[in-house]
């Protein structure tokens, strides 16, 4: 609850402040309600992708990721030599884990995990001490050479409340790629269901919410 | 950590000392707000503009999103246009299966919001086109040697004066020609001719007269020499009543098949979208010459000469939407035709196990696509070896589609539900001096007819006169003359071909297992006709080119896959506007012309008066200075470059180059550099661009241009074959942000002219007076019948 208590406050204060920018109170459009009980995630099938990299244009010019930084990559990956030349491409961005490693080593409280279970930046808080980025075992954190915070995947969180996916679906020319609620019933939990599924390092037990399909190698 | 935070925002906050009390002091929050989660919602105004995007030649879809900043739109970012079968739709609970577009009947509000298209990394990043810090702007005129990089800004107006009628380099005190130099028509109407389109018209038809006197084989070295003087003659004094001479009119008053002045002028391009190729051809139609060239050298003329050849189309491929197993041989998965975004249908129905895709390339797949994507490593440019291994196993295995191939005929074939027939039971000499060309109905007697003849039913018979006909016969025929020829059917030969070799011996060529070249041909014989061959530059593109893609289309033409769903499809056609509301194309007053280009792309030497002449005077014709390409469906960047360079068949004297960068794409292009930076060469060398590239460098006047994204290269869009001729559908390019060119006047309607391809073109031919340019110039069709603009 102290995370949460945190934002509001400051909210507040800005409101009292008179200044507008962020913490805007949303009203859902369409698309998806933010609600306790909603988790949300990816479901991406290693099989589809074929590394065009489209998700890490379309990312990059979504959120204004300065050059040489990124919030989702695509991982080359060769197997072994007897395999001979077979390639696979992961998609990989931050994983908004059930149990985030990042959220505690914040000194002032500005990542934090959300009522919707999106573990988020807030920016006006960072103070870029990039504690952060080394306390993701994923490495989907990365100090923003521009601004000097924090900065990683939202999973689009300015577009999906409005009925939007989030940018490198959007993109995405196979749809290797499916977001949405694992709660409810709908392709995303469908595929989960029905497919093996596996996420990236679950031995750190940070639960991460993006479920891959044929994620053969640890990446 | 709540004291840290506080110590922070004082530092941190405006007005420190107000926040920090503020904080301090704030109760806990709201619990109706617990539910909802607080996130910055992006809610500026956009503006969607749907076009066609231009970051490769496979022109998908965009929705480019538009943001007003300070009074100005700019290009926020690039999307999928969801309404385009390249870039296919989804949206928040349709994402699985990007298999098809929006109904077109969809609203715009709809797909706006909604709707979403894929779209690859370079289709988004066009953005960097328009807002490139390197843009030409303004024209540029050179300012010292050619390539030494030194330009200065000019006007406008001084641009089109110099390059319609000459200029001098300042810098090196060069003189450079004017376009007017190379307009005959204006030359002749200049000095006062009654009727010079008519004189133009009978120095052709007269040209035509010497080419035919010199292929009479009765006639003699000095006879087509008379004629010429002759026609010398004729000419000089009826130019001399006028102050003219046959120098200002012909390139070479001794060579009349080389045609007009004309001829020295090219305009060369790149990348060719529709709009900008009418706009052009109506430049070089009007001026009157035939060097009117595309880059296609560079892009896949093998590729368009072989299928032409086969069937009389230039693009054709396997209809993706429902092939069942496809033999994707060289076309690079995310690269080629249709893109990166395109192949996403392919790939997603290989992972969805609809299509088993065998990948024949050099190079691994990208993904296997659930095991559905079969990698057929391949020794580059040995993939005709592959296609004759397959066609072996094809003939081995009797799974060629004899019903189809046994029909002679195109009546015959209606009861068959074939769009077209094949020549398979044709019968060809292989021996004596008609060897090679098919046994023809008058040669054998049978029929007075210059008709190919089939045998059925040990029968010889005009193939349009029966139904089926043979389709293995190999033997000997006595000809109406007398004389014993051997004749062997199509298929025959193919066969034999096919069987020269063994399959282990056609692997060891190709480099594949031949027990792979069998299941190869076993899936798709199996799978037909829903099945095919998708190949493309990358077996295209090496100097077997042409025999690699036939020997593919041969397997295409075994199984009758043709025009068949799930087969071979023709690139689906588009909507001609050109003779639409108004008549763009065609304008009374523009001249004849003729000649070979200066490629010598579909153009046969034996019609030359070099050749025919060497012939008369018992000289061996053959052996010239550089090849002559009669077969080739479009232009040659290698040969272009080089004719300039050898002044064979002539010396050019000016080149428009636009969308072009001939130095870095053509193979060895830094050959040409040789050409470009010499201006005995190539002595007036005009470049229409947005940046200065590694040709560019060498001109000496340089057009400012628009991008794809602000006027360049709008209008009307095809779909190539790769998207599955199934698919009418044609898209529109359209402006989407302001050019950031130099404004350079008004148009009679009002709209801001910024300095352009178009405008340029306008000018120019105003400037030099060509027909079809300037008030008046265009006719209204249709309901617009009768006005003129």
């Not at chain 1, 609600?35 to 990299?53: A, H, L, N, P």
């Not at chain 1, 306390?135 to 409005?162: E, M, Q, T, V």
């Not at chain 2, 014989?525 to 593109?541: F, K, S």
């Not at chain 2, 306008?762 to 300037?774: Q, S, V, Y």
């Amino acid at each position: 609850m102290s995370e949460k208590k945190i934002v509001l406050k400051k909210r507040d204060f800005l409101k009292l402040a008179g200044t507008t920018i962020a913490a805007i109170k949303l009203l859902p459009k369409s698309g998806f309600t933010a609600t306790k009980s909603q988790k949300f995630g990816f479901y991406i099938d290693v099989e589809k992708c074929y590394g065009c990299m489209s998700c890490v244009i379309a990312c990059a010019e979504e959120n204004h990721v300065p050059l040489n930084s990124f919030r989702t990559k695509v991982k080359r990956v060769t197997e072994s030599k007897k395999d001979k030349g077979k390639v696979t491409f992961v998609p990989v961005q931050c994983n908004h884990c059930e149990n985030p490693t990042c959220v505690k080593p914040c000194p002032v409280g500005a990542t934090y995990k959300g009522p919707d279970g999106l573990v988020v930046i807030d920016n006006d808080v960072c103070i870029g001490c990039g504690k952060c980025v080394k306390a993701c075992p994923y490495n989907a954190r990365f100090l923003d050479p521009i601004k000097g915070i924090a900065n990683k995947c939202s999973f689009c969180d300015h577009r999906i409340y409005s009925g939007k996916l989030p940018a490198c679906v959007e993109s995405c020319p196979t749809s290797a790629k499916i977001f949405g609620d694992l709660n409810a019933i709908n392709e995303i939990s469908t595929n989960i269901k029905n497919n093996k599924t596996s996420v990236r390092f679950p031995e750190f037990k940070t639960k991460p919410k993006i479920y891959y399909r044929n994620l053969l190698k640890k990446i | 950590m709540d004291k840290n935070r506080r110590d922070f925002m004082k530092q941190l906050l405006i007005g420190g000392a107000v926040g920090a009390t503020i904080l301090s002091d704030l109760p806990a929050m709201a619990k109706d707000e617990e539910n909802k989660a607080e996130r910055p919602q992006d809610k500026t105004e956009y503006k969607y503009v749907y076009s066609s995007c231009l970051g490769c030649n496979v022109r998908c879809g965009i929705k480019a999103r538009i943001k007003n900043v300070a009074g100005q739109e700019i290009i926020d970012r690039i999307e999928g246009n969801p309404y385009h079968p390249y870039n296919r739709a989804a949206k928040i609970d349709k994402q699985d299966h990007k298999y098809d577009p929006i109904p077109y009947n969809t609203p715009t509000s709809e797909a706006n919001t909604k709707w979403v298209g894929s779209l690859c990394p370079r289709g988004q990043d066009g953005i960097h086109y328009t807002y490139y810090p390197y843009r030409v702007i303004k024209p540029l005129k050179r300012a010292g040697k050619r390539g030494e990089g030194k330009w200065e800004a000019i006007t406008w107006e001084q641009l089109i004066k110099e390059i319609a009628f000459g200029g001098t380099i300042e810098a090196t005190g060069e003189k450079l020609p004017g376009i007017a130099d190379l307009f005959p028509l204006g030359k002749l109407k200049k000095a006062g001719f009654e009727n010079p389109l008519k004189i133009l018209e009978n120095m052709k038809k007269d040209t035509e007269a010497i080419i035919a006197l010199a292929e009479d084989k009765k006639s003699s070295a000095l006879d087509v020499s008379n004629k010429i003087a002759e026609f010398k003659s004729k000419y000089e004094s009826l130019l001399s009543t006028k102050g003219l001479s046959l120098k200002d009119i012909l390139i070479d008053p001794d060579r009349p098949d080389l045609g007009t002045v004309a001829n020295q002028f090219a305009y060369y391009r790149g990348r060719g979208q529709g709009h900008t190729d009418y706009f052009s051809t109506n430049f070089a139609n009007s001026l009157g010459t035939i060097n009117w060239l595309r880059h296609t050298s560079a892009c896949q003329n093998a590729y368009y000469t072989a299928n032409k050849a086969l069937f009389g189309q230039t693009d054709l491929q396997p209809d993706i939407y429902s092939a069942k197993v496809v033999i994707m041989a060289g076309a690079q998965m995310g690269r080629l035709h249709p893109g990166a975004t395109g192949q996403g249908l392919i790939i997603q129905r290989a992972a969805n196990k609809e299509l088993k895709i065998y990948y024949v390339n050099p190079t691994a797949p990208r993904t296997e696509a659930n095991e559905n994507i079969i990698w057929v490593p391949i020794k580059p440019g040995k993939d005709a070896a592959l296609a004759l291994g397959m066609i072996r196993w094809i003939f081995e295995n009797n799974k060629y589609n004899a019903e189809y191939l046994k029909v002679p005929n195109k009546l015959a074939l209606k009861a068959f539900n074939y769009a077209t027939p094949s020549n398979a039971t044709w019968l060809v000499i292989t021996n004596g001096d008609k060897q090679g060309q098919f046994l023809k109905a008058k040669d054998l007697g049978i029929s007075t007819e210059n008709k190919a003849v089939v045998r059925f039913n040990n029968e010889f018979k005009v193939f349009d006169t029966i139904n089926e006909g043979e389709l293995f016969f190999a033997g000997e025929v006595t000809l109406a003359d007398g004389k014993k020829v051997e004749v062997k059917t199509s298929l025959q030969i193919l066969k034999e071909e096919a069987m020269s070799k063994t399959l282990q011996e056609w692997g060891q060529i190709s480099g594949v297992d031949p027990k792979m070249i069998a299941q190869m041909a076993k899936d798709l014989t199996d799978a037909a006709p829903q099945a095919g061959t998708y190949v493309h530059r990358g077996v295209a593109m090496h100097s077997n080119g042409e025999y690699n893609i036939i020997s593919y289309r041969l397997i295409d033409i075994l199984i009758g896959n043709y025009h068949k769903k799930g087969g071979l499809l023709g690139r689906a056609g588009h909507s001609d506007y050109s003779h639409y509301c108004y008549e763009i194309a065609k304008f009374s007053g523009q001249p004849v012309k003729w000649g070979p280009q200066i490629d010598r792309t579909k153009f046969k030497y034996e019609k030359t008066l070099e050749y025919l002449m060497k012939v008369k005077k018992g000289e061996n014709p053959y052996g010239t200075i550089r090849p002559w390409y009669p077969l080739s469906a479009e232009e040659s960047y290698t040969e272009t470059f080089a004719g300039m360079f050898y002044k064979y068949p002539y010396q050019m004297k000016a080149m428009i180059l636009h969308f072009a960068n001939p130095v870095l794409s053509a193979n060895h292009g830094v050959k040409f550099i040789d050409t470009l930076s010499d201006t005995d060469k190539l002595p007036l060398f005009v470049g229409i661009t947005t940046t200065i590239n590694e040709t560019y460098i060498y001109a000496d006047y340089i057009v400012p241009d628009t991008t794809y994204l602000e006027t360049g290269t709008s209008g009307i869009q095809y779909l190539y074959a790769t998207s599955g001729g199934a698919t009418v559908a044609e898209s529109w390019r359209s402006p989407v942000v302001m050019p950031r060119t130099e404004q350079i006047g008004v148009s009679p309607k009002g709209h801001p002219r910024h300095a352009s391809f178009y405008e340029f073109f306008i000018d120019l031919g105003k400037a030099l007076g060509l027909a079809g340019f300037g008030k008046d110039a265009v006719e209204g069709k249709k309901h617009n019948a009768g006005k003129k603009i």
